[in-house]
């Protein structure tokens, strides 16, 4: 097999491959195998056909046909491994006419990654923010958690922001329910935004047993597109009534006898959560650093492919703006790509087993899976390429991460390696992979810790 590159662009290239007529006969010989096998021809068994049979029956040009299309992808990958490009995307193959006897040529014409020089990424310097909790972070922390023990307490006014409301709630369309809009005695947290568009703010403002009414337009589902009228009865207006923030509640809570010793473990806990949000943040701001840093010409037919893909993956036909913003994250996460890969080639970066199965533990709950699970799922859907490039470019991250130089926003060093080894370690994900370090996730988490504890408490007794 003979194959040429020609530059057509910096981010695209056209391959010319040719494959003498005899390196086709494996490809021939397996689509006369192929079609034997599916074909029925009187005096003859199935996949016991004769070729010259096959040739009267089916057609010479047919068993070409079939044996080129066979042959071409791993002459494509040949011819790409060969003239050492990066394809990015999908090939557009043109094959010149077929001749039976003579060799097969191709052209395939592809995005690839293109040439440029990496910035030097050694001692970068990033922010993150401090990790010391204050006062007010504290309280706040305690207030949510006296909020997990409080009382309703039904008040004789206007429903505001944070009221647990008592409602009933339909929905019609020109006079006929709709069975979706429909429920009784509802609870719901005024201001949470939980309910239908629309619905915080029409009942904004009620007292008990007052009924509003409000206009709704789906945008999915059944009646999506089309106006419902909607209507909420007001049973109850209900306030949170929160317990004292004392040594009952401390013991109620927690395991502390005082709120003094709860308020300094929640001092403590929260600290733990801030130095891992500077993980986190130290990660991202790396990340985002290095693709300052460089300019790098990207392949505009696959920016536009991945863009046209995002809204015919049923994300409907997108406006203006939001077809804006899904390019501007497609050509962000295409030069992370360019830059983490060439990073990881430069370092010599590779991935063992065990990162790799590091890295299915770490997943697969996000899919709901167990490791194995997800292990056998990728390799289904050819997936298996994919993960090991993405647990390569975190470890390419992890290498800058790793030569920067942190600091807090006071100018103190922060040791990235003191908090977790993990942070700058080879089975880092990407940033933009984890947004489980959000500050409501941590509020919870907080939360959910004492009641745990109270948990194992109850059970022991």
Same mark, same amino acid.
């Given at each position: 097999?003979?194959?040429?590159?020609?530059?057509?662009?910096?981010?695209?290239?056209?391959?010319?491959?040719?494959?003498?007529?005899?390196?086709?006969?494996?490809?021939?010989?397996?689509?006369?195998?192929?079609?034997?096998?599916?074909?029925?021809?009187?005096?003859?068994?199935?996949?016991?056909?004769?070729?010259?049979?096959?040739?009267?029956?089916?057609?010479?040009?047919?068993?070409?046909?079939?044996?080129?299309?066979?042959?071409?992808?791993?002459?494509?990958?040949?011819?790409?491994?060969?003239?050492?490009?990066?394809?990015?995307?999908?090939?557009?193959?043109?094959?010149?006419?077929?001749?039976?006897?003579?060799?097969?040529?191709?052209?395939?014409?592809?995005?690839?990654?293109?040439?440029?020089?990496?910035?030097?990424?050694?001692?970068?310097?990033?922010?993150?923010?401090?990790?010391?909790?204050?006062?007010?972070?504290?309280?706040?922390?305690?207030?949510?958690?006296?909020?997990?023990?409080?009382?309703?307490?039904?008040?004789?006014?206007?429903?505001?922001?944070?009221?647990?409301?008592?409602?009933?709630?339909?929905?019609?369309?020109?006079?006929?329910?709709?069975?979706?809009?429909?429920?009784?005695?509802?609870?719901?947290?005024?201001?949470?935004?939980?309910?239908?568009?629309?619905?915080?703010?029409?009942?904004?403002?009620?007292?008990?047993?007052? &009924?509003?009414?409000?206009?709704?337009?789906?945008?999915?589902? #059944?009646?999506?597109?089309?106006?419902?009228?909607?209507?909420?009865?007001?049973?109850?207006?209900?306030?949170?009534?929160?317990?004292?923030?004392?040594?009952?509640?401390?013991?109620?809570?927690?395991?502390?006898? &005082?709120?003094?010793?709860?308020?300094?473990?929640?001092?403590?806990?929260?600290?733990?959560?801030?130095?891992?949000?500077?993980?986190?943040?130290?990660?991202?701001?790396?990340? #985002?650093?290095?693709?300052?840093?460089?300019?790098?010409?990207?392949?505009? /037919?696959?920016?536009?492919?991945?863009?046209?893909?995002?809204?015919?993956?049923?994300?409907?036909?997108?406006?203006?703006?939001?077809?804006?913003?899904?390019?501007?994250?497609?050509?962000?996460?295409?030069?992370?790509?360019?830059? %983490?890969?060439?990073?990881?080639? &430069?370092?010599? %970066?590779?991935?063992?087993?065990?990162?790799?199965?590091?890295?299915?533990?770490?997943?697969?709950?996000?899919?709901?899976?167990?490791?194995?699970?997800?292990?056998?799922? %990728?390799?289904?859907?050819?997936?298996?390429?994919? /993960?090991?490039?993405?647990?390569?470019?975190?470890?390419?991250?992890?290498?800058?991460?790793?030569?920067?130089?942190?600091?807090?926003?006071?100018?103190?060093?922060?040791?990235?390696?003191?908090?977790?080894?993990?942070?700058?370690?080879?089975?880092?994900?990407?940033?933009?992979?984890?947004?489980?370090?959000?500050?409501?996730?941590?509020? %919870?988490?907080?939360?959910?810790?004492?009641?745990?504890?109270?948990?194992?408490?109850?059970?022991?007794?």
């Amino acid at each position: 097999m003979k194959s040429a590159v020609e530059t057509l662009s910096p981010t695209r290239v056209k391959l010319t491959v040719e494959i003498p007529f005899e390196e086709l006969k494996p490809s021939l010989d397996e689509a006369y195998r192929s079609i034997s096998s599916q074909i029925t021809v009187p005096g003859f068994r199935k996949g016991k056909v004769p070729q010259r049979v096959i040739d009267q029956r089916v057609g010479r040009g047919a068993v070409l046909e079939e044996a080129i299309n066979a042959a071409l992808p791993k002459a494509y990958d040949d011819a790409v491994r060969e003239s050492g490009v990066m394809p990015v995307g999908r090939p557009e193959v043109d094959v010149q006419e077929i001749k039976d006897g003579e060799a097969l040529t191709f052209t395939a014409e592809v995005d690839v990654r293109p040439e440029f020089d990496l910035p030097d990424y050694s001692g970068l310097r990033i922010e993150v923010d401090d990790a010391d909790p204050t006062d007010d972070d504290v309280e706040e922390q305690l207030t949510s958690l006296r909020t997990r023990f409080a009382s309703l307490v039904t008040v004789d006014r206007a429903a505001q922001d944070g009221d647990v409301l008592l409602v009933d709630l339909s929905g019609s369309h020109e006079g006929e329910p709709v069975e979706d809009l429909a429920g009784q005695a509802l609870s719901y947290e005024l201001g949470s935004e939980g309910m239908v568009e629309g619905f915080d703010e029409a009942v904004r403002g009620a007292v008990a047993d007052e &009924t509003r009414t409000f206009s709704f337009v789906p945008t999915a589902g #059944e009646w999506e597109g089309t106006p419902l009228d909607v209507e909420v009865v007001v049973r109850q207006v209900r306030e949170r009534e929160l317990p004292d923030a004392d040594d009952d509640f401390a013991q109620m809570a927690s395991e502390f006898d &005082t709120i003094e010793e709860l308020r300094a473990d929640v001092r403590e806990r929260l600290g733990r959560v801030r130095r891992l949000e500077q993980g986190a943040q130290a990660r991202q701001k790396a990340h #985002e650093l290095l693709l300052q840093m460089v300019d790098i010409p990207l392949p505009e /037919a696959t920016i536009a492919a991945e863009v046209d893909n995002h809204f015919a993956d049923g994300h409907g036909d997108g406006d203006d703006d939001h077809r804006a913003e899904v390019e501007t994250q497609a050509r962000e996460s295409l030069k992370s790509q360019f830059l %983490l890969d060439k990073v990881a080639e &430069t370092e010599q %970066l590779g991935v063992s087993e065990a990162e790799l199965s590091q890295w299915l533990v770490a997943q697969a709950p996000r899919y709901g899976m167990s490791p194995d699970q997800f292990a056998q799922a %990728l390799v289904e859907a050819g997936q298996v390429p994919m /993960a090991v490039q993405e647990i390569r470019r975190a470890k390419a991250l992890a290498v800058v991460l790793e030569g920067a130089e942190v600091v807090d926003a006071s100018g103190r060093p922060v040791d990235l390696n003191a908090l977790d080894p993990d942070l700058v370690g080879p089975g880092v994900p990407m940033p933009h992979d984890h947004d489980d370090l959000d500050d409501d996730h941590d509020e %919870l988490d907080l939360v959910d810790d004492y009641e745990d504890d109270d948990d194992e408490d109850d059970d022991e007794a």
